[in-house]
Nanobody
Framework: QVQLQESGPGLVKPSQTLSLTCTVS??????????WSWIRQSPGKGLEWMGSIRYVGSTSYNPSLKSRTSISRDTSKNQFTLQLSSVTPEDTALYYC????????????WGQGTQVTVSS
């Protein structure tokens, strides 16, 4: 059973960089052919895909967030990390990490989500 757990600060000040880590257990982030994503949901809005890192380490980002987003990984810890720079109150959201596979079936495992509030 794969499990994902988000961690990071719940409160970030405007203009700072938000950093979240997803720790994966029960499966390796380097296993073919999975990709590992960050997805958020702002109050009153739908889910927004932020970006992904694939099992080979390559990344892809939502064009609307690309200039502020970076996803990296630590294979020794089986973790992947989101950094979102220059945050504003509009970045307040519930942030999820999730696993997807290349078969097109979407995401099969999700973390429970972590609330991040951007406020001074």
């Amino acid at each position: 059973q794969v499990q994902l757990q988000e961690s990071g600060p719940g409160l970030v000040k405007p203009s700072q960089t938000l950093s979240l880590t997803c720790t994966v257990s029960g499966g390796s982030i380097t296993t073919s052919y999975y990709y590992w994503s960050w997805i958020r949901q702002s109050p009153g809005k739908g889910l927004e895909w932020m970006g992904s890192i694939r099992y080979v380490g390559s990344t892809s980002y939502n064009p609307s967030l690309k200039s502020r987003t970076s996803i990296s990984r630590d294979t020794s810890k089986n973790q992947f990390t989101l950094q979102l720079s220059s945050v504003t109150p509009e970045d307040t959201a519930l942030y999820y990490c999730a696993r997807g596979d290349n078969s097109g079936s979407g995401y099969d495992y999700w973390g429970q989500g972590t609330q991040v509030t951007v406020s001074s």
